[in-house]
């Protein structure tokens, strides 16, 4: 058969070998069915599978096919919307219980290379910018937060702070986190994969499930004809998993973000731009995000199409906001441009939680998909162990409807962005 190509992007072309791996044919019985190889399952099989579970995951298409090896790569700790938020709608019990673990997927991440020798470019240190006064009152708020938490490794950037950290004249101050980062994405799920893999899990692509039957063995039944009879099931499709659990895209909504890769800058005209080679992401409601590669390209990406897809043209979408940031880019060239979609919830809060007493679920990163998916599956791990009372902490999180159901939740959420993107201009 066929094989499902990753998307031709920078990441799949600077991807390491990885083999074909077999799509499921037949029966198979196993502890746990992963459905999903992105960050998601890929870590909550490898916690597993650590912890002496017989693991089968199954991917529609190739490991890290989705968000996962498309992102922007940078580590930012804590959620979308962040702790004080959640205190605020939930009472300060549960932020603290949130809190305390807003700073452990990076770790995760750390832990993973560090154990597994995963090759993935990880360089340390990430950056928030703001544009304006206001950006920057949050920021310093942000901070106080943060170290409320035990999170020490923050650095307030005044004006002329920031310019040392990033050559541009567009942002005003900043907050730099030594514990964030940035890495090669594709590469860290594909190093995840093959230490699932050295602890006998077994990987299938090319597997898409089309439907699964629940009850006291949950059977998952694949497009050709693959089978799986296992104990409990971990659902990580997230923005790929279209229908097959109409509860869980009920109250979600894909959106698409869009990235581009420059061509070869060289190290001194990369190190020009970002001397230390931090990330960076700024602080507007529709953000943008930058970060040099390992072989010094420019790497930017940003905006938001709700309810998924592409613009007609990504470089002309994305170049304009690259050379207002760095005009003295103009007119580089711009060697790959691609795609994905991650998946939005309306708190903007991740949705953790069980179907019956044997499927579980996580999904609606929101945007903060990289360290959360790593912290998600550690969390799923114990609850299948036993111990459930962190990821029963996520799970009391609600899951909102967008307003007008799946019909009018694009343009309705594309109204709110248009006037958070007013306030971000104006600085109010």
Same mark, same amino acid.
């Given at each position: 058969?066929?094989?499902?190509?990753?998307?031709?992007?920078?990441?799949a072309a600077s991807a390491h070998d990885s083999p074909d791996?077999?799509?499921?044919?037949?029966?198979?019985?196993?502890?746990?069915?992963?459905?999903?190889?992105?960050?998601? +399952? =890929?870590?909550?099989?490898?916690?597993?599978?650590?912890?002496?579970? #017989?693991?089968? *995951?199954? /991917? !529609? $298409?190739?490991?890290?096919?989705?968000?996962?090896?498309?992102?922007?790569?940078?580590?930012?700790?804590?959620?979308?919307?962040?702790?004080?938020?959640?205190?605020?709608?939930?009472?300060?019990?549960?932020?603290?219980?949130?809190?305390?673990?807003?700073?452990?997927?990076?770790?995760?991440?750390?832990?993973?290379?560090?154990?597994?020798?995963?090759?993935?470019?990880?360089?340390?240190?990430?950056?928030?910018?703001?544009?304006?006064?206001?950006?920057?009152?949050?920021?310093?708020?942000?901070?106080?937060?943060?170290?409320?938490?035990?999170?020490?490794?923050?650095?307030?950037?005044?004006?002329?702070?920031?310019?040392?950290?990033?050559?541009?004249?567009?942002?005003?101050? +900043? =907050?730099?986190?030594?514990?964030?980062?940035?890495?090669?994405?594709? #590469?860290?799920? *594909?190093? /995840? !994969? $093959?230490?699932?893999?050295?602890?006998?899990?077994?990987?299938?692509?090319?597997?898409?499930?089309?439907?699964?039957?629940?009850?006291?063995?949950?059977?998952?039944?694949?497009?050709?004809?693959?089978?799986?009879?296992?104990?409990?099931?971990?659902?990580?499709?997230?923005?790929?998993?279209?229908?097959?659990?109409?509860?869980?895209?009920?109250?979600?909504?894909?959106?698409?973000?869009?990235?581009?890769?420059?061509?070869?800058?060289?190290?001194?005209?990369?190190?020009?731009?970002?001397?230390?080679?931090?990330?960076?992401?700024?602080?507007?409601?529709?953000?943008?995000?930058?970060?040099?590669?390992?072989?010094?390209?420019?790497?930017?990406?940003?905006?938001?199409?709700? +309810?998924?897809?592409?613009?007609?043209?990504?470089?002309?979408?994305?170049?304009?906001?690259?050379?207002?940031?760095?005009?003295?880019?103009?007119?580089?060239?711009?060697?790959?441009?691609?795609?994905?979609?991650?998946?939005?919830?309306?708190?903007?809060?991740?949705?953790?939680?069980?179907?019956?007493?044997?499927?579980?679920?996580?999904?609606?990163?929101?945007?903060?998909?990289?360290?959360?998916?790593?912290?998600?599956?550690?969390?799923?791990?114990?609850?299948?162990?036993?111990?459930?009372?962190?990821?029963?902490?996520?799970?009391?999180?609600?899951?909102?409807?967008?307003?007008?159901?799946?019909?009018?939740?694009?343009?309705?959420?594309?109204?709110?962005?248009?006037?958070?993107?007013?306030?971000?201009?104006?600085?109010?």
């Amino acid at each position: 058969m066929s094989r499902t190509p990753h998307t031709r992007s920078y990441y799949a072309a600077s991807a390491h070998d990885s083999p074909d791996r077999p799509c499921l044919a037949g029966p198979v019985d196993t502890d746990v069915c992963v459905i999903g190889g992105g960050f998601t +399952g =890929l870590s909550s099989a490898l916690h597993l599978a650590e912890a002496g579970y #017989n693991v089968v *995951l199954l /991917e !529609a $298409a190739r490991i890290g096919f989705g968000a996962s090896g498309r992102n922007g790569g940078q580590l930012v700790n804590s959620y979308s919307r962040d702790i004080d938020v959640i205190e605020r709608a939930y009472g300060s019990e549960l932020a603290g219980v949130l809190g305390n673990m807003a700073f452990e997927g990076a770790e995760i991440i750390r832990q993973r290379i560090q154990q597994y020798d995963i090759d993935c470019a990880y360089r340390q240190g990430g950056v928030f910018a703001a544009f304006n006064a206001r950006q920057m009152h949050e920021l310093k708020a942000q901070k106080k937060l943060w170290e409320r938490y035990g999170h020490e490794q923050l650095t307030l950037l005044e004006q002329a702070d920031i310019r040392d950290v990033v050559k541009t004249d567009v942002y005003c101050g +900043g =907050l730099l986190d030594m514990s964030g980062g940035h890495i090669h994405p594709l #590469n860290l799920a *594909l190093g /995840e !994969a $093959a230490a699932l893999e050295e602890l006998g899990g077994q990987i299938y692509e090319d597997s898409r499930v089309v439907a699964v039957e629940r009850g006291n063995k949950v059977v998952v039944k694949t497009a050709d004809g693959g089978l799986v009879r296992s104990q409990y099931v971990m659902i990580a499709g997230n923005a790929y998993l279209g229908n097959l659990i109409p509860e869980l895209a009920a109250k979600t909504m894909p959106c698409g973000t869009q990235v581009v890769a420059t061509e070869v800058l060289g190290e001194e005209r990369a190190r020009s731009l970002i001397p230390e080679l931090y990330c960076i992401e700024d602080c507007n409601y529709k953000l943008d995000y930058y970060r040099i590669t390992e072989d010094f390209r420019l790497l930017y990406g940003g905006g938001v199409t709700y +309810g998924g897809g592409d613009p007609a043209s990504i470089e002309r979408f994305i170049r304009k906001k690259l050379e207002t940031t760095f005009p003295q880019l103009r007119g580089v060239k711009i060697e790959y441009t691609w795609g994905g979609d991650f998946l939005l919830t309306l708190s903007r809060l991740p949705q953790f939680g069980r179907i019956g007493n044997n499927i579980y679920y996580a999904q609606g990163y929101s945007g903060h998909g990289v360290t959360t998916t790593h912290l998600a599956g550690k969390l799923i791990a114990e609850a299948i162990k036993g111990q459930a009372e962190r990821f029963d902490a996520f799970a009391s999180l609600k899951h909102f409807s967008f307003p007008g159901g799946r019909l009018f939740r694009a343009p309705y959420t594309a109204i709110g962005a248009v006037y958070y993107g007013l306030r971000d201009k104006l600085g109010i």
